[in-house]
């Protein structure tokens, strides 16, 4: 049984997978465009998931043996794979569209502050928004507030900006040894809070911040002293005796700005730090650096640096139907700018009759 | 036809002597020279469906019980009943309190559930000592505890209060509750069949189903199938409120018109002080509103039954649901655009919170709805109205944002005018209402829908 694989369709890519997958896993193994996003589930935490919405598919057909597909879409993040399910993820117009109505939804009430806002460059909902969200909000009403909450010396709550994943709840309750807070109230008033305001100060709790998907946990030690984009991660490591002491450093010259754990392509901690490697060791003498992190290109840390960009896998032709996005020839909708025009040849300035005589 | 309420205008019915003596516990003593299986079985026959809204067979939710060796099995009552218009599980465990303990302890033993759970909401606090007092008579009468009628069996049953929220009307957010933790539902599946309270097997039924499980085994399932019509089979208690002559509860086999139930004199008695019918909502505050004309008639002329295939006739276009059986009518000075506002703030207020769409959903549509009622809405936020409740619809875990969706889009979709005429005459909105306006007329059915 254990070599037993599941082959699972998505976006009519075949890929075969453990059974027990999820079928976010499986459009992982994938990669690119087809892996729906995820803001509330997390590998790395039991029981997280669902929450979101925003990783909904289609399953266009169940398995093999029970070939009906599923009447709603469904959260691929906590729907495990049959043997011959079909999924479609970009390849289906219901999923595009109920996730620009999920995007929508996470927006209203979240303050659009990313300007000041220390997670901007680093936050899923920029991204999420970015990509799959509309430009405009339609939301024309005063968005939900709350009263500020001091959680102690090392994380600050910007309620106002959480968007109620449960991640740190599942972080504290698997990693700490005694969960400190959680979420108050229900509805669109719900919060994560702590009862009578005891600050969060457990073992590893500082892992919360990473966990985040947005601005609403940040690191008091980092909060407003510089913007993510200008800080140079590294990775490192200490002989930390609690932790693994592999890190990731955010230096600025050599000066170490933060501290966090090191994420993976998903933005997933690989290992969980501690509160001490974290908030203390603020200072370059304390680690032993190994050298520059990966990030990814398209992402505004990396801005600048262009050194060993990788073509990423494109499956366009696979992809049926869908246009990929960004593969424009810019010289197939503009006139300037061929290739086959020597400019040297042009006396004076170039003007664009210049190309459009000598082009086609 | 009355079958859960044949006895219930007896004196003292509420106690265990009065109960036993007009033929109480009878199923007990029958069922325990049955197997679980033929239980099962007879419920099967019977073709008894869930009371609680989705109308569920409760036979095949039954034999879908998980019965792994040495894990143990539960049975949980769901009397968490909290649907705006609902309130049939109130009076059956009110005034009948034995009925249910004798439905329990038949399901439980059918189940093998030795450890019983009511789920009772918190705020019908005085019915949980009714319960308890219920099942402390019982228990001294031998029909609870160990080793009942000397089959061997034991049964315990324990009275959970909830905490006043409707959630946990929700089967998995019930057991999250039951267990201790908040009440946010959980993704299915595992179902609650094979994963439920403390991760055991777990059946989660309603008040009136567990009630009907009496005399079906009293008179037997295939007795109890020829009652109502169709796979409609049986009773069902409606509660009526709204702009009747007789609000109240009613129980009804299911052959009725729906015509006969709000005019005849035998159930409400017509519309209230001679008014005329305006809508009608026929199974809970979250099913679909309707019209008069479709209250009364399908979008084929055809006559509609208080029954649940007939009351579905036409889907969400032109029907709607039978529900939990909260009947609401409205007569015509009520205005469905406030009307609409309130169910709206009801869900927003109840919204657990845990999945995005329903969370801020709820509260959007709310926001909107109060402005168009207030005079301050436009006639862009009907169909922003509309979008948002098909972003909700189907797109979250449990079923409380379908609920949150259905009964604006059921407004919209037949009573749209009247949210044109709010917007467009906000003075006169506030003033006075619509009124019956243009619904004595039968509205377009656009063909396929």
């Given at each position: 049984?254990?070599?037993?694989?599941?082959?699972?369709?998505?976006?009519?890519?075949?890929?075969?997978?453990?059974?027990?997958?999820?079928?976010?896993?499986?459009?992982?193994?994938?990669?690119?465009?087809?892996?729906?996003?995820?803001?509330?589930?997390?590998?790395?935490?039991?029981?997280?998931?669902?929450?979101?919405?925003?990783?909904?598919?289609?399953?266009?057909?169940?398995?093999?043996?029970?070939?009906?597909?599923?009447?709603?879409?469904?959260?691929?993040?906590?729907?495990?794979?049959m043997?011959?399910?079909?999924?479609?993820?970009?390849?289906?117009?219901?999923?595009?569209?109920?996730?620009?109505?999920?995007?929508?939804?996470?927006?209203?009430?979240?303050?659009?502050?990313?300007?000041?806002?220390d997670?901007?460059?680093e936050?899923?909902?920029?991204?999420?928004?970015?990509?799959?969200?509309?430009?405009?909000?339609?939301?024309?009403?005063?968005?939900?507030?709350?009263?500020k909450?001091?959680?102690?010396?090392?994380?600050?709550?910007?309620?106002t900006?959480?968007?109620?994943c449960?991640?740190?709840?599942?972080?504290?309750?698997?990693?700490?040894?005694?969960?400190?807070?959680?979420?108050?109230?229900?509805?669109?008033?719900?919060?994560?809070?702590?009862?009578?305001?005891?600050?969060?100060?457990?073992?590893?709790?500082?892992?919360?911040?990473?966990?985040?998907?947005?601005?609403?946990?940040?690191?008091?030690?980092?909060?407003?002293?510089?913007?993510?984009?200008?800080?140079k991660?590294?990775?490192?490591h200490?002989?930390?005796?609690?932790?693994?002491?592999k890190?990731?450093?955010?230096?600025?010259?050599?000066?170490v700005?933060?501290?966090?754990?090191?994420?993976?392509?998903?933005?997933?901690?690989?290992?969980?730090?501690?509160?001490?490697?974290?908030?203390?060791?603020?200072?370059?003498?304390?680690?032993v650096?190994?050298g520059?992190?990966?990030?990814?290109?398209?992402?505004?840390?990396?801005?600048?640096?262009?050194?060993?960009?990788?073509?990423?896998?494109?499956?366009?032709?696979?992809?049926?139907?869908?246009?990929?996005?960004?593969?424009?020839?810019?010289?197939?909708?503009?006139?300037?700018?061929?290739?086959?025009?020597?400019?040297?040849?042009?006396?004076?300035?170039?003007?664009?009759?210049?190309?459009k005589?000598?082009?086609? | 036809?009355?079958?859960?309420?044949?006895?219930?205008?007896?004196?003292?019915?509420?106690?265990?002597?009065?109960?036993?003596?007009?033929g109480?516990?009878?199923?007990?003593?029958?069922?325990?020279?049955?197997?679980?299986?033929?239980?099962?079985?007879e419920?099967?026959?019977?073709?008894?469906?869930?009371?609680?809204?989705?109308?569920?067979?409760?036979?095949?939710k039954?034999?879908?019980?998980?019965?792994?060796e040495?894990?143990p099995?539960?049975?949980?009552?769901?009397?968490?009943?909290?649907?705006?218009?609902?309130?049939?599980?109130r009076?059956?465990?009110?005034?009948?309190?034995?009925?249910?303990i004798?439905?329990?302890?038949?399901?439980?033993?059918?189940?093998?559930?030795?450890?019983?759970?009511?789920?009772?909401?918190?705020?019908?606090?005085?019915?949980?000592?009714?319960?308890?007092?219920?099942?402390?008579?019982?228990?001294?009468?031998?029909?609870?505890?160990?080793?009942?009628?000397?089959?061997?069996?034991?049964?315990?049953?324990?009275?959970?209060r909830?905490?006043?929220?409707?959630?946990?009307?929700?089967?998995?957010?019930?057991?999250?509750?039951?267990?201790?933790?908040?009440?946010?539902?959980?993704?299915?599946?595992?179902?609650?069949?094979?994963?439920?309270?403390?991760?055991?097997?777990?059946v989660?039924?309603?008040?009136?189903?567990?009630?009907?499980?009496?005399?079906?085994?009293?008179?037997?399932?295939e007795?109890?199938?020829?009652?109502?019509?169709?796979?409609?089979?049986?009773?069902?208690?409606?509660?009526?409120?709204?702009?009747?002559?007789?609000?109240?509860?009613?129980?009804?086999d299911?052959?009725?018109t729906?015509?006969?139930?709000?005019?005849?004199?035998?159930?409400?008695?017509?519309?209230?002080?001679?008014?005329?019918?305006?809508?009608?909502?026929?199974?809970?505050?979250?099913?679909?509103?309707?019209?008069?004309?479709?209250?009364?008639?399908?979008a084929?002329?055809?006559?509609?039954y208080?029954?649940?295939?007939?009351?579905?006739?036409?889907?969400?276009?032109?029907?709607?649901?039978?529900?939990?059986?909260?009947?609401?009518?409205?007569?015509?000075?009520?205005?469905?655009?406030?009307?609409?506002?309130?169910?709206?703030r009801?869900?927003?207020?109840?919204?657990?919170?845990?999945?995005?769409?329903c969370?801020?959903g709820?509260?959007?549509?709310?926001?909107?709805?109060?402005?168009?009622?207030?005079?301050?809405?436009?006639?862009?936020?009907?169909?922003?109205?509309?979008?948002?409740?098909?972003?909700i619809?189907?797109?979250?875990?449990?079923?409380?944002?379908?609920?949150?969706?259905?009964?604006?889009a059921?407004a919209?979709?037949?009573?749209?005018?009247?949210?044109?005429?709010?917007?467009?005459?906000?003075?006169?909105?506030?003033?006075?209402?619509?009124?019956?306006?243009?619904?004595?007329?039968?509205?377009?059915?656009?063909?396929?829908?």
């Amino acid at each position: 049984m254990s070599d037993q694989k599941f082959k699972v369709t998505i976006d009519n890519i075949t890929v075969e997978v453990a059974p027990g997958t999820t079928i976010l896993n499986a459009a992982r193994m994938i990669g690119g465009d087809v892996t729906p996003p995820a803001m509330c589930y997390y590998s790395k935490l039991e029981g997280s998931g669902g929450k979101c919405r925003t990783c909904l598919v289609e399953v266009s057909k169940g398995s093999e043996k029970d070939p009906r597909p599923m009447p709603k879409l469904v959260a691929s993040c906590r729907t495990t794979v049959m043997d011959g399910m079909e999924v479609k993820n970009i390849t289906s117009d219901k999923v595009l569209d109920a996730r620009k109505g999920v995007v929508e939804m996470l927006l209203v009430n979240h303050p659009l502050d990313c300007p000041v806002c220390d997670q901007a460059g680093e936050c899923h909902l920029q991204d999420l928004s970015y990509e799959h969200g509309a430009s405009t909000t339609r939301y024309e009403f005063d968005r939900r507030t709350f009263e500020k909450e001091d959680l102690g010396d090392y994380i600050s709550l910007h309620m106002t900006r959480c968007i109620l994943c449960y991640r740190c709840v599942y972080t504290a309750e698997q990693l700490t040894q005694k969960r400190e807070h959680g979420v108050l109230d229900r509805g669109d008033h719900a919060a994560i809070s702590t009862l009578l305001g005891k600050s969060l100060d457990n073992e590893f709790i500082g892992n919360v911040i990473d966990v985040c998907p947005v601005g609403a946990l940040t690191d008091k030690t980092f909060r407003f002293k510089n913007r993510v984009w200008f800080t140079k991660p590294v990775d490192a490591h200490c002989d930390c005796k609690t932790c693994g002491g592999k890190a990731r450093l955010w230096m600025r010259g050599d000066e170490v700005y933060r501290v966090t754990a090191r994420k993976d392509q998903w933005g997933e901690v690989e290992e969980w730090i501690c509160n001490d490697c974290r908030f203390h060791k603020k200072s370059a003498k304390d680690w032993v650096i190994e050298g520059p992190s990966k990030i990814s290109r398209h992402s505004v840390i990396s801005q600048g640096h262009y050194v060993g960009v990788k073509k990423q896998p494109v499956y366009i032709d696979k992809v049926i139907g869908k246009d990929p996005k960004m593969l424009l020839d810019i010289h197939t909708v503009s006139d300037v700018n061929r290739p086959e025009v020597e400019l040297s040849k042009i006396a004076g300035p170039a003007h664009s009759d210049d190309f459009k005589n000598t082009g086609k | 036809m009355k079958l859960l309420l044949e006895h219930a205008h007896v004196e003292g019915i509420r106690y265990y002597d009065a109960y036993r003596k007009n033929g109480g516990y009878r199923s007990v003593e029958k069922a325990f020279k049955m197997t679980p299986e033929e239980i099962v079985e007879e419920v099967k026959k019977s073709g008894l469906r869930g009371r609680g809204g989705a109308g569920f067979p409760t036979g095949m939710k039954w034999s879908f019980l998980a019965k792994p060796e040495g894990v143990p099995r539960h049975l949980v009552c769901n009397a968490d009943e909290s649907e705006p218009g609902t309130f049939k599980d109130r009076y059956l465990m009110e005034f009948l309190p034995h009925l249910l303990i004798e439905g329990l302890i038949v399901s439980s033993f059918a189940l093998g559930s030795n450890m019983t759970y009511i789920y009772i909401r918190g705020e019908y606090a005085w019915i949980v000592d009714i319960l308890e007092q219920a099942i402390a008579e019982a228990k001294n009468n031998g029909w609870l505890g160990k080793n009942i009628l000397n089959s061997g069996f034991d049964c315990e049953i324990y009275v959970q209060r909830g905490g006043g929220a409707y959630i946990c009307g929700e089967e998995t957010a019930l057991i999250e509750s039951l267990e201790g933790k908040r009440g946010n539902p959980r993704i299915k599946p595992p179902f609650p069949a094979i994963q439920g309270v403390w991760m055991r097997p777990t059946v989660v039924n309603n008040v009136e189903t567990l009630a009907a499980v009496v005399p079906i085994i009293n008179n037997g399932g295939e007795e109890y199938a020829k009652i109502g019509v169709g796979r409609s089979t049986g009773t069902k208690l409606l509660s009526v409120c709204g702009n009747v002559k007789k609000p109240g509860i009613y129980e009804i086999d299911m052959t009725q018109t729906v015509e006969e139930f709000i005019f005849s004199d035998e159930y409400c008695g017509g519309i209230a002080n001679g008014k005329k019918l305006k809508a009608c909502i026929p199974g809970g505050s979250s099913v679909p509103i309707l019209p008069a004309n479709l209250t009364l008639k399908t979008a084929k002329g055809e006559a509609r039954y208080m029954n649940y295939e007939s009351l579905s006739d036409g889907g969400f276009a032109t029907g709607s649901m039978m529900g939990s059986g909260g009947f609401i009518v409205l007569d015509e000075d009520q205005c469905v655009v406030r009307h609409t506002m309130t169910l709206a703030r009801f869900y927003n207020h109840e919204s657990c919170g845990q999945c995005s769409p329903c969370r801020e959903g709820t509260g959007w549509m709310y926001k909107i709805l109060k402005n168009i009622e207030y005079g301050k809405g436009k006639l862009s936020d009907i169909d922003l109205l509309w979008d948002i409740q098909r972003k909700i619809e189907g797109n979250t875990i449990c079923p409380l944002g379908d609920a949150a969706a259905w009964p604006v889009a059921a407004a919209i979709r037949h009573f749209r005018d009247e949210f044109e005429w709010h917007v467009n005459n906000p003075d006169e909105a506030q003033n006075r209402n619509f009124g019956l306006a243009h619904y004595a007329d039968p509205i377009h059915i656009p063909a396929g829908a």
